[in-house]
């Protein structure tokens, strides 16, 4: 196949993330078509220009549709706010180019079904940057499900924090509203817990949920006496039942001192138990009802070469993969679905599904009722 | 104060843990009163002969009653199956017996309030075994949140777990019914999760929730092909509201492969956070935002004479309390409430609150409403 | 059998974790004779008696002659100061007693031999307080390693350390003397891990060593500008060659800040491995080089009822015993050896061994030669 | 400055690891020359070639000297096995070229003294695979010894395992030979121990010491009866005197079961501890003896921003670094010493001590000597 051009709109956290991943994954994995970084795109010019150089991209535009138009682009990735996902994602597609979106896809649900149906379509490729789906070990505990390792799953529970917003004194920002941020915590860490109960569960039917935010304004500026409100939520937790009847438990905090990167769940099923901490990212604990009493308990798996893909990176066991391996791997997929010419996984499709939950539980907080997904 | 002499009814796993408590108390703590092993009661006559010989006590009988009644007797300790937990208890109170009860209180929440009631009018001491909460490790949590070093308390999470009714193959028991043993996994553990929200947090107005039975029937016996249905729940988890406003998630299984006595809970605050599991009973951990960030991470305490009434036990940090341990603390707590003449923590009046919420999780789970404890 | 009479020299730490285990044995096991405290000796006298009425022994006394002379004394547990032990014992076992004698045996080898030797001529039992072997979970490693789950055993490494003079300010004690104290971190922690290494691994054939005083002086009182030297060591760590030609790593120190129980081990044999730590003493991970490698992984098993004598204590998996169990199961072994008329284990002559070993670590550093333990 | 041309010899699991870091080291830090992947080597000519394609490079070459003698090579990085590092180096040295080579330097000491010599005298830079020494957990801990914030260095303990030479039935491979490899666990895995404790405490300056070989011969083909000998060793432990007088013990074993990339270390002061273990190489354990008792315990640091160059890779804390991404900092280290004109950190003379030590080591087990590094 014919390498394929990149156009990166953003170069902050994402961005710089999939520069980096767009620019190695031929190196990591082999199998896939060359990439041609062609354009990136920031404002103003200037740093467009600066970080061009620094991440090795042919050229620099302030015009993100410049870079949407530009025919030596066939991938569109858009790492910008969630805010301008809608337009910009919807953009590329009219224009024909392959879409890497940045989670969450947009505002609203709404948006974010408009997209998709664009999307559908299209005919042509999406994957949303749902990356801690694509951690070996996650895929691990996925096949070890699928084996019955665990037996039948019965029930599961999951929790991801982060404290960026934990402190009382931080100033306002768009962040805090809606119209800026649309959710809180559920459409900045929530939505990655949803994807992985989905993923090693199944659909989500119906919830119930609580929302709460913790600190209900913030300083206009740092120190400042007068104050905004905060719009969306710190905190939401959820009861859900999935479609499969398992019922399942959730829970997200972005003012959670001291948790960095949290995102812990288990499965529990018949014959067994699987948990996992992203900030223990190569580790998953398996305890299997099997052999001997005395010598059961949890055994903690440390990845390695029996992971798939981890060996691409590293041929030797436990020596850890890091946090922008996981969105070479989430590239490595788009890049083998284009070149299959078939969905990639999570693809518009599959994303709008780990949105839907999220904004039901943002509902389900808010009117206090009972939310179905169907 | 002259010595008191102890009933104790039933010799299982929480009646032999009694009779060590009592029988070591005095040893352990040297402020209390003297106590005399004086009755142990069990049926057949025979087994409670020879394991009043072994526990130490002067008699046995298999007759409650007689035990209840025997004047030697100051303090009757209750470890019976949950249901005949009120028709003892009260015959004690009416006696003039203080009362040691194993938890739940009873079968019905009716019960509970009949037996509070009594025990109010009585002017005698109760106390109810929620052990866990008498933990030096768990004191020092309600210690450092009684002194701002969290913060406000704004989230309370918590798990607790058992594997005992795991297994499918294992045989219907009576602990299979509500007739029988009232609730399932909420009365066994969940009530235990319940003490230490309560305890660290504050009483609970409101909560929704749900509730899963994983084994709907039963083997009448192992290998059957007959089965009885399972009429109580294996898993139940609820999103609570603290009468103080914090939003708590808790969830509870006896079904849960590998966890064999997984208390486990955090509190977040807004100046940082508490966590716990008792599995590793004699560990707290806590992140406080204080200091260079670089610096800043989770804690483990590791329990000692810092952490009374640790020094009792062991005058060397670090050298591990055990589950009777716990027992002997709660026994040192009622006698030295019976020796001061004041209420002992948790009374019965305390447990109620307890004892609530966890019909409350049932009721809410089976009507699919939130119910308010008020 | 009948009773036995129990009489008490010493009531500090290890005194009042005797009179606890001695206290409870009957009631924990069953199966030994009934256990009378029938003496208990401190200085001054009213201390003695204040602690006998706590403990429950029937008398107190300040002379420890008398207490070894009372006939109805069956058994002289000696847990004072190292440097008494010699004359205590030898003058218990010349009573025709049995002896429960606190590690270190004495101040020096041969001291320990000459006790040894008149222990091996009475014909009574004698047993050396190394409680740390009687934990459940490490009679589970030495289980799983004479089943060969690890196959042969290739490599040892053992660490024991606490904090207790990590302090430079603290004030210069009798601990800090070779008159006084005889070794430093060798004879107070070093032993136990000797007690394990040889315990899991087999006795040790020879060895080389380094030692260390970290803090060469001390205050003669806390803030005094007068110091005294410090004689014995605070590090010292060894290369041992256990008769079996098996390499062992161990070092110890008593001067190192966080540790406060620590003794943590790790047996590499050719198909596994077994680690252990005491300050989490419920657990011992175990790695087994079998089934699929992806499902590979150290494993953590809690101990519980499948772990003897774990469920004479608690009938449930992982609710934890504590330090002072492990007294109890030293002791429960000790009377059985008495009952049965056979050896103790660890008695003089296993504890012999052992601190053959540590004397031989301190000649080693100090003389910078192999020493040779045959 | 110009970018720099680089040529890579050797496309195993440290040639990708290179060619992974030089072609994404410029996108991370931005503050280097951008780099051109001008010639990989490896044999046969079609492997280097498609690896080549894969890697990004201009050309490949089956020809070593062909690539050191392009002019369009600034950097020349070696990456194959330890006997031809000597040749390559020096030829590399020779032709003008700076030097990126993996660890260890050459089977001997003679060897690498020759090495550094040339080195020396070149002018060129040069720079040593101790790729361990550039994770920010272990540069924090530095900066943490350096401000005192565990007081006085007192002693350190190391151990570093893997399991890759565990298995008895794993076929004989020049690995096991002296000429073929030097050292054996003392060279693959020891020495980046060493390079951690010379960097965290200061030189080494004598040891003693004990190796073994666990399996003493392998089968010259998988199933094969015939077997080879093992000529080095499969344990190696030593008790460190460091120059400053600290004493050490370390120890390593490439056989040793479940370690998989075990490199663990504490080092214990007058004011606190630190320990680390690269399994989880991106935490940082911290004790210091401060604030209140009750609350001191080790305190998990979770890499990020705030220890650089961490936040170079993820701007948010807790997202974990990769095994990888310690070589991009090592190249970022090695371009901005060409750029400054500075040593780079280890150069060979760094690294020469580091060896020296292994040596040492070897030497001391062999001959049951004292052996000093001066």
């Given amino acids: 196949m014919k390498s394929l051009g990149i156009g990166l709109i953003g170069t902050g956290f994402m961005g710089k993330c999939h520069a980096l991943a767009y620019g190695s994954v031929k190196a990591v994995f082999g199998d896939v078509p060359q990439t041609r970084l062609e354009v990136l795109c920031d404002v103003p010019a200037e740093k467009a220009a600066g970080l061009a150089d620094q991440f090795g991209f042919a050229r620099a535009t302030d015009d ?12 569109v990735c858009i ?26 896809m947009a505002l609203t649900l709404d948006d974010a079904r408009a997209m998709q149906a664009l999307a559908a379509r299209s005919g042509l490729k999406t994957i949303v940057g749902y990356n801690y789906l694509h951690n070996p070990a ?36 768009w962040r805090a509203t809606k119209a800026g941020a649309g959710l809180g915590t559920l459409g900045d ?41 905060v719009e969306n939520e710190d905190i939401a937790s959820a009861l859900l039942t999935f479609e499969n009847g398992v019922h399942g438990v959730i829970s997200t ?65 436990g020596h850890q993969l890091g946090f922008n391996d996981l969105k070479v791997i989430e ?19 599959d994303a709008l599904h780990f949105e839907a939950v999220i904004h039901a539980i943002a509902e389900a907080g808010a009117e206090q009722k009972r939310v179905s997904l169907k």
């Fill in 64 to 75: 993100w549709r410049d870079l949407v138009a530009d025919p030596k682009v066939d991938i």
């Fill in 79 to 104: 790492t910008t706010p969630n805010k301008v996902h809608r337009e910009m994602a919807m953009a590329a597609l009219q224009a024909g180019k392959h879409v890497h979106l940045e989670k969450p």
């Fill in 138 to 173: 996650i895929s691990h505990a996925r096949k070890l499900i699928a084996e019955g390792a665990i037996g039948r799953i019965v029930h599961f529970r999951g929790m991801v924090d982060e404290d960026y917003q934990a402190d009382p004194s931080l100033a306002w920002t």
């Fill in 189 to 229: 860490l929530g939505c990655h817990l949803v994807s992985l109960a989905a993923g090693l569960v199944g659909p989500i039917e119906s919830l119930i949920a609580e929302t709460r935010t913790v600190h209900a304004t913030r300083p206009v500026e740092a120190g400042s006496d007068e104050h905004r409100p």
């Fill in 253 to 317: 905090s972005r003012s959670a001192w001291g948790r960095k990167s949290y995102i812990a769940f288990e499965v529990h099923g018949t014959e067994g138990m699987i948990t996992f901490d992203q900030e223990r990212m190569n580790e998953l604990r398996l305890y299997q009802n099997r052999g001997p009493v005395a010598e059961q308990g949890f055994k903690t798996l440390l990845t390695g070469p029996d992971h798939p893909p981890y060996g691409q990176f590293v041929p030797a066991a």
């Fill in 331 to 349: 590239v490595h997929e788009f890049l083998r679905a284009i070149q299959e010419d078939r969905p990639a996984v999570p693809s518009f499709s």
